[in-house]
């Protein structure tokens, strides 16, 4: 195993060489073959959704490879059995995703049917939606249905961010902090939840949390008065865009290897797959949000694919979880999930 000292540094800087692919290549072909161990689910605690595809930035790292130009977006009719799902479900959580979420037109209607049933809901936010044309009032939405928003902000040095999500980015997303910030979100004792996400900058493990998310804090309140509940630290997924990047920069081989190297046994008693499942923008279930990308279904016995609007959460329960290669990135070193790090 892989010294915690020596799998990254404190610091949220980028690599010095690290560009983005173009054109796209597939990395399902290499992760095929696995001798990741077989995990089994555990009892149904929480319903992730991706409402599409579409998002208003295109960053580097993102394993959806989500973007302006992409048009794959959840139906009002498909929204409708996620909704029923939850209403039949005994599940405490919805997990909105995207690309961007809120610009799908039934995010806010997902959102109150979920608050309805008492569910916490969790908005995975970029920020910079906040200030997209009809998202004028996002933000009073979110707080007034106390929704906990878990938002990516990769640094808090300008120049990362920018380099990762796009020029104007960083003063953006500061823009989108301070608003939150004045309407409770971040500020202590309060019951609306902000939390910052970190990916690396490239082809290396995340550093430790517990001390990036203390440089955070003090980077983020000293120059802009932001303040924020807690940090996630989360490991690139050799999938989509940053997988496609990984090739084109002769990278693949060596970032699987160091995953490989890293791994962690006892992160896979707490990887997210064993409580979470994840539905797409056209209904169809995965073990989780990679997977999705990667178009390996859930599957059930007699059923090679499951569609929410069939889905009973007592099925679930015992069920083998589909895992490839890039399974390794959940496990490796200090663990990576939806939740930050696993230990």
């Known amino acids: 195993m892989v010294a915690a000292a020596a799998r990254s540094s404190q610091t949220c800087a980028a690599p010095s060489v690290f560009r983005e692919a173009r054109p796209m290549h597939s990395t399902l072909a290499l992760l095929r073959r696995t001798d990741f161990p077989p995990i089994r689910r555990r009892r149904l605690e929480t319903l992730q959704v991706n409402l599409g595809y579409r998002?208003?930035?295109?960053?580097?790292?993102?394993?959806?490879?989500?973007?302006?130009?992409?048009?794959?977006?959840?139906?009002?009719?498909?929204?409708?059995?996620?909704?029923?799902f939850m209403s039949?479900?005994?599940?405490?959580?919805?997990?909105?995703?995207?690309?961007?979420?809120?610009?799908?037109?039934?995010?806010?209607?997902?959102?109150?049917?979920?608050?309805?049933?008492?569910?916490k809901v969790i908005d995975r936010c970029n920020l910079t939606v906040l200030e997209e044309p009809g998202?004028?009032?996002?933000?009073?939405?979110?707080?007034?249905?106390?929704?906990?928003?878990?938002?990516?902000?990769p640094c808090y040095l300008e120049k990362n961010v920018d380099r990762q999500r796009?020029?104007?980015?960083?003063?953006?997303?500061?823009?989108a902090l301070r608003r939150l910030n004045a309407l409770g979100y971040g500020q202590p004792g309060s019951a609306l939840a902000l939390n910052l996400v970190f990916n690396p900058q490239g082809a290396v493990l995340p550093p430790a949390q517990a001390q990036l998310e203390q440089a955070y804090r003090e980077q983020l309140a000293d120059r802009f008065g932001i303040v924020f509940t807690r940090l996630f630290?989360?490991?690139?997924?050799?999938?989509?865009?940053?997988?496609?990047?990984?090739i084109s920069n002769n990278q693949f081989v060596p970032y699987m290897k160091l995953l490989r190297d890293s791994f962690e046994r006892d992160n896979l008693d707490?990887?997210?797959?064993?409580?979470?499942?994840?539905?797409?923008?056209?209904?169809?279930?995965?073990?989780?949000?990679?997977?999705?990308?990667?178009?390996?279904?859930?599957?059930?016995?007699g059923?090679?694919?499951?569609?929410?609007?069939?889905?009973?959460?007592?099925?679930?329960?015992?069920?083998?979880?589909?895992?490839?290669?890039?399974?390794?990135?959940?496990?490796?070193?200090?663990?990576?999930?939806?939740?930050?790090?696993?230990?």
């Open 55 to 84: 998002c208003n930035q295109a960053c580097l790292h993102c394993h959806v490879n989500a973007g302006p130009t992409r048009d794959e977006m959840m139906t009002a009719q498909t929204a409708g059995s996620v909704i029923a």
């Open 88 to 119: 039949a479900a005994r599940i405490e959580t919805l997990d909105i995703t995207g690309g961007a979420p809120e610009l799908n037109r039934n995010f806010r209607d997902l959102v109150g049917a979920a608050r309805a049933l008492g569910l």
């Open 135 to 153: 998202q004028e009032d996002l933000a009073g939405f979110l707080a007034a249905q106390c929704v906990e928003i878990t938002a990516s902000l």
């Open 166 to 175: 796009g020029r104007g980015v960083f003063a953006a997303s500061v823009r």
């Open 233 to 246: 630290t989360l490991t690139n997924m050799p999938i989509q865009r940053f997988g496609s990047t990984l």
């Open 270 to 301: 707490t990887v997210m797959c064993r409580t979470l499942i994840s539905v797409d923008w056209q209904g169809w279930v995965y073990d989780c949000d990679f997977n999705q990308m990667l178009g390996l279904r859930l599957s059930l016995p």
């Open 303 to 343: 059923r090679a694919r499951v569609h929410v609007s069939e889905l009973a959460a007592a099925e679930l329960e015992g069920n083998s979880i589909a895992v490839l290669d890039h399974c390794y990135g959940c496990t490796a070193g200090q663990g990576s999930s939806c939740g930050g790090a696993l230990g």
